[in-house]
């Protein structure tokens, strides 16, 4: 009676796990988790989201036939995507000289592409791993699977870890991770997280509270790593402004607006000569360096003689006597450290919008983009650090900062990180919030201040444990002061890198490959009952 009982309740239990998986219930669960995951992320910052999200995903995909996980997969990527990166539509329609029926179909299309990545690792889950026990399965291959696929999209065509799910926890308890493990770690973490409410949902009994101690026990380890100091403060702070001129994208390149973009910066920038470092930018002279070189040495030696800030400016730079050779650049121009001019050239360029990929087969979208300065050539990976005040800093140009395993490039050397962007393509969308975010992490996981000039916001200073000292307005010419606390030493990621966390994750998906290959019980004989 006993094992009849039993087995009824089992079967029960399943046939009502199986209607959840079948149709269009799993569709309308898939959606809904993946539209709300990117609330996790700023500026809605509901970051226990990125456990519930994944842990419904997870979920669905259970007990799934190969063909169910990847399509509930997929439509949890469309919700995620479609949300999360909408704002892509605003650089092609309002900047890119796109229609808008031809703005929703390229995005559509990018989003389309973006979905695949969870649809495959739910398919590929279930196709080639289901023999896992469920605490293998849930705990060991999901989250080395989710940040497995995190990285590739993450260098995939240049790379895209936008919405990277450890990037949504700039303000909790994981943050503690990144000085550590980098955004992959806290990443993992979150999967791991996720797995572990599934299989505590799943595996009742001890198991239950197992499960959820385990989470706890995660988050609380974490938060007590950000007690740790990672730095060290080295020499006086130092004075800073940044120019944000919020010249409007779609006028900022007519030849009649340089002149009055000029006027601006300069008039913004004389009531700071006494600053250290006085930052313009990406592009905010819409001028070549050679054209510009003669108005910037006397702005350089204004500066000195009315107390001696360092300027730095973004701006195109020909490099040679090869003109269709050009690079999207940071100069300083600065007379605190001497005369010398120094020069930064971008060295991780944006598909379409920086450089068009295979350009011979599909140079043409040039035409069809109209996007100003959109050949740009790439700039060498390793580049002499630009000084200021005698410090060393390590600088970004717009989408680099969201890639931490280039921002380390110059650690520990550099006790400052500065990146000037321009999110003016993006309007008022998501984008320029995920993006101050990502450059919080990048701060976390150096223990380094950043100062992030934009064109039109949000230009912010952040300390070295990725929090927001000071932040200008959106869409208003301002000026941004504050003071930055140069740093000294080496955090566990600055020396490391994502080596450490991408070991252990090929080293947990050997283990199930292994596990699946040795003769044993299903998930279901072994747990489920």
């Given at each position: 009676?006993?094992?009849?009982h039993?087995?009824?309740r089992a079967?029960?239990t399943e046939v009502?796990?199986?209607?959840?998986h079948a149709?269009?219930?799993?569709?309308i669960?898939?959606?809904?988790?993946g539209t709300?995951?990117p609330?996790?992320f700023?500026?809605?910052?509901?970051?226990?989201?990125?456990v519930?999200?994944p842990?419904?995903?997870?979920?669905?995909w259970f007990d799934s036939?190969p063909?169910?996980?990847?399509i509930s997969g997929?439509?949890?990527?469309?919700g995620?995507?479609?949300?999360g990166?909408?704002w892509v539509?605003?650089?092609?329609y309002?900047?890119g000289?796109?229609g808008?029926?031809l703005?929703i179909?390229?995005?559509l299309?990018f989003?389309l592409f973006?979905?695949?990545?969870p649809?495959?690792?739910g398919?590929v889950?279930?196709?080639?791993f289901?023999?896992?026990?469920a605490?293998v399965?849930?705990?060991?291959f999901l989250?080395?699977g989710w940040?497995?696929?995190?990285?590739?999209?993450?260098w995939?065509l240049?790379?895209?870890?936008?919405?990277h799910?450890g990037?949504?926890?700039?303000d909790?308890?994981l943050a503690g991770?990144?000085?550590?493990?980098g955004?992959?770690?806290?990443?993992w973490?979150l999967a791991?997280?996720a797995?572990l409410?599934v299989?505590?949902?799943?595996?009742?009994?001890?198991?239950r509270?197992?499960?959820?101690a385990g989470?706890v026990g995660?988050w609380?380890?974490a938060?007590l790593l950000m007690?740790v100091d990672w730095?060290?403060?080295?020499?006086?702070?130092?004075?800073?402004?940044?120019?944000?001129?919020n010249?409007?994208q779609?006028l900022k390149?007519r030849?009649e607006q340089?002149?009055?973009?000029?006027?601006?910066y300069?008039?913004l920038?004389r009531?700071?000569w006494?600053?250290?470092i006085?930052?313009?930018?990406e592009t905010?002279?819409?001028?070549y360096?050679?054209?510009?070189?003669?108005?910037?040495?006397?702005l350089?030696r204004?500066?000195?003689?009315?107390g001696?800030a360092?300027l730095?400016?973004?701006?195109p730079?020909i490099k040679?006597?090869?003109?269709?050779q050009y690079?999207?650049?940071?100069?300083?121009v600065?007379a605190g450290?001497?005369?010398?001019?120094?020069?930064?050239?971008?060295?991780?360029?944006?598909?379409?919008?920086?450089?068009?990929?295979?350009k011979?087969?599909?140079?043409g979208l040039l035409d069809?983009l109209?996007?100003?300065m959109a050949n740009f050539?790439?700039?060498?990976?390793?580049?002499?650090?630009l000084?200021?005040?005698g410090r060393?800093i390590?600088v970004?140009?717009?989408y680099?900062?969201?890639?931490?395993?280039?921002?380390?490039?110059?650690?520990p050397?550099?006790s400052?990180l500065?990146?000037v962007?321009n999110?003016a393509?993006?309007?008022?969308?998501?984008a320029?919030?995920?993006?101050?975010?990502?450059a919080r992490?990048?701060s976390?996981?150096t223990?380094?201040?950043m100062l992030r000039?934009?064109?039109n916001?949000?230009?912010?200073i952040?300390?070295?444990?990725?929090q927001?000292?000071?932040?200008?307005?959106?869409?208003e010419?301002?000026v941004?002061?504050?003071?930055?606390?140069?740093q000294a030493?080496?955090?566990?990621y600055?020396?490391?890198?994502?080596?450490?966390v991408l070991s252990v994750l090929f080293?947990?998906?050997g283990i199930c490959g292994?596990l699946?290959?040795?003769p044993h019980?299903?998930?279901?004989?072994a747990?489920v009952?």
């Open positions: 009676m006993k094992n009849t039993g087995a009824t079967a029960r009502t796990h199986g209607c959840w149709g269009w219930r799993s569709v669960l898939s959606v809904i988790a709300l995951l609330l996790a700023a500026p809605v910052n509901l970051f226990p989201l990125a519930i999200s842990a419904i995903l997870f979920w669905l036939v063909r169910r996980a990847f997929y439509w949890f990527g469309l995620f995507f479609g949300v990166v909408s539509s605003v650089s092609f309002r900047f000289g796109m808008a029926w703005s179909i390229a995005t299309l989003v973006l979905a695949l990545f649809a495959i690792l398919w889950s279930r196709r080639y289901r023999r896992l026990t605490s399965y849930l705990l060991l989250p080395a940040v497995l696929f995190e990285w590739v999209r993450g995939i240049t790379g895209f870890p936008w919405l799910l990037n949504s926890q700039t909790s308890p991770l990144a000085p550590v493990l955004v992959y770690g806290i990443s973490t791991l997280s797995g409410v299989w505590a949902w799943f595996v009742p009994g001890r198991n509270v197992l499960g959820l989470v995660l609380s380890l938060g007690l730095s060290s403060n080295e020499g006086a702070p130092l004075t800073a402004s940044l120019i944000q001129g010249v409007p779609n390149w030849p340089r002149s009055p973009t000029i006027d601006l300069t008039r920038s009531d700071r006494d600053r250290d006085v930052i313009w930018p905010a002279l819409p001028a360096y050679h054209q510009a070189e003669t108005f910037l040495q006397g350089a204004e500066a000195k003689m009315n001696g360092t730095i400016v973004g701006l730079v040679g006597t090869d003109t269709s690079f999207n650049s940071v100069v300083r600065g450290d001497g005369d010398s001019t120094q020069f930064y050239f971008k060295s991780h360029l944006v598909p379409f919008g920086e450089y068009i990929p295979l011979s087969v599909l140079g069809i109209q996007v100003p050539s790439r700039g060498m990976i390793n580049q002499p650090l000084t200021v005040a060393s390590g970004s140009i717009c680099e900062d969201v890639f931490g395993e280039e921002v380390i490039r110059g650690l050397e550099a400052l500065v990146n962007s999110d393509w993006f309007g008022d969308s998501f320029p919030h995920q993006h101050l975010q990502m992490m990048r976390m996981e223990a380094r201040p000039a934009t064109n916001g949000i230009s912010a952040i300390d070295h444990r990725g927001v000292l000071a932040t200008s307005p959106q869409f010419v301002a941004l002061d504050g003071k930055v606390q140069p030493g080496a955090t566990p600055v020396l490391a890198g994502n080596w450490p080293f947990a998906l292994w699946v290959r040795r019980v299903s998930i279901h004989q747990e009952h």
